[in-house]
């Protein structure tokens, strides 16, 4: 394929800036984009094994998820003790959580202890955004661009970019015409907000609508909360931690890290393998109270047919309504606020603080915006279908351009000119997640194709870094200048990738999973659902096999 116009001038620019002779200051061994927990560890690694490496991050700090999302009652939905580096002994040892689950403010502390204890920060450039990657197939070099003009080569590209940093605000007509302060969740101001006094407007009910509304109500005078798709929440019952319990999470931490390196989800716990229609109803309730007591994610490994069975997801999921039922006193609310259009867990299971208990209260309204749509935002409120809310302040809970957005939102273009968005117009295509032919050098940390969203991240973007790493390690030894996917092996992977996901339910919710969020974009489902630990397996043995899959130059 020729080269377009664009990419061309890109080169020649890159070239007549330096090209080969680039000053060495430009040149580095490898490019990491995001200092996330992924982008962190990326350039850790890389520099352990003597790489030159730059890293770009738009925010001007480390953290890249937990850097932005600052809105009130921001937490992870992976306890502490597992949401964690497990590559330094002395890190996990030294650093100490205070609640069972962590806030948004303690992993950010977090991040930037991590960024202090391994001096990450001298080799990366902040506020800095990269705009452009263009394969160099002459020089074998990736040139990279940024928003502030940077121009920099490199032989490895790596992407750190998270999966769901791209915020998305959808278009509703008259949104730059409201007179108060609107503000993403993702995109959350560093000062705080100030809701005193205040009649909040919240749009979206995920996991960031769930965890921000009760923490909103407190504080606001009124909350309306825009609500299209009711969504399962958990309880979290959060607590602080227990010095016992986590002394003993340290003590036995090698061996609980490995169990979780080679779980379903990358997570601790147990998931029954039995099926819930052989189970009592006495037993089932047995079984789901303890695990509702438990709270957190654990209640969907109550039956090994959760995932794949209608029928048996169909009794969790009434359990579930059952409690929401029992807890809002307004029938009419509980019903609305009870999911009956997706099987449970096949959107993105919310785990909350007090969700379902705030809508007893006084000040909080729900409007059912999949009967009555927003139509408007108003200079003073959102108005639907049948009425006009009015609102001092919007806070938009609307989610992200899941998974290919922050890719493509950088214009990336590989061997012969292709386009990466060309590429992938009709979804993401890749080799495990890691890779995508035609764009040799290019590793995609989480990337689409891989566990990612659907394990802890933090279990997940190891594993990456690790393989990563050791690949490019084995590359620089064996004198290897290039790796790419081989096309026969990424169908094969996408293949696998959708076929394991249709043996699920996940398919039958428009889930962000889908990219049903985002008018417009391909239905395809994104994350490997085969489980961490089989996931894992696959990528260690590829490599044992010398790369199995993989296009090795010299
Ligand atoms: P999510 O889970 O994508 O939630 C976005 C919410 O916004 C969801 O309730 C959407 O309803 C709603 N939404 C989006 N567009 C609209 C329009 N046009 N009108 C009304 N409502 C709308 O994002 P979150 O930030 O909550 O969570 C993202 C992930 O972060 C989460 O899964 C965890 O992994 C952490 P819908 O369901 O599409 O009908």
Known sequence: MPLDDATTRFLEQMSEAGGDALEPAMRYDAVVVGAGFAG????????????????FETGDGVGGTWYWNRYPGARCDVESMQYSYSFDEELQQEWEWSERYPSQPEILLYANHVADRFDLRRDIRFETRVTRAAYDESANLWRVET????????????????????????????????RGPSHHTGRWPHEGVNFTGRRVAVIGTGSSGIQAIPVIAERAEHVTVFQRTANYSLPAWNRPMDPAYAQWV???????????????????????????LEATEEERLREFETRWAKGGVSFLGAYGDTAIDPAANEISAEFVRGKIREIVTDPRVAELLAPKDHPIGTKRICIDTG????YNRP???????????????????????DAEYPADMI???????????????????GKGGLSLRRKWAAGPRTYLGLMTAGFPNLFTITGPGSPSVLSNMMVSIEQHVEWIADCVERLRAGGIATIDADPAAEDAWVEHVNEVAGHTLYPRADSWYLGANIPGKPRVFMPYVGGVGAYRQKCDQVAADGYAGFVLSA
């Open 40 to 55: 962190m560890y990326m350039l850790h690694r890389l520099r352990g094994l003597g790489l030159t490496v730059r890293g």
């Open 395 to 413: 806070v938009y809970a609307t989610g992200y351009d899941a998974m290919t957005g922050p890719l493509l939102g950088i214009d990336i273009t």
């Open 363 to 385: 000040n909080v309204t729900l409007v059912d915006v999949r009967t009555a749509p927003i139509e408007e935002i108003t200079p003073t409120g959102v108005r639907t279908a």
């Open 355 to 358: 969700y379902y208990a705030t």
């Open 147 to 178: 928003d502030r003009g940077d121009h920099v080569s490199a032989t490895y590209l790596i992407t750190a970019v998270g999966c769901l940093s791209a915020a998305r605000i959808p278009d509703f007509p008259g949104a730059g015409s409201f």
């Open 250 to 276: 340290k003590a036995n931490y090698a061996e609980l890290r490995a169990g979780m390196r080679t779980s379903p989800a990358g997570v601790m716990g147990t998931s029954n393998t039995t099926s819930a």
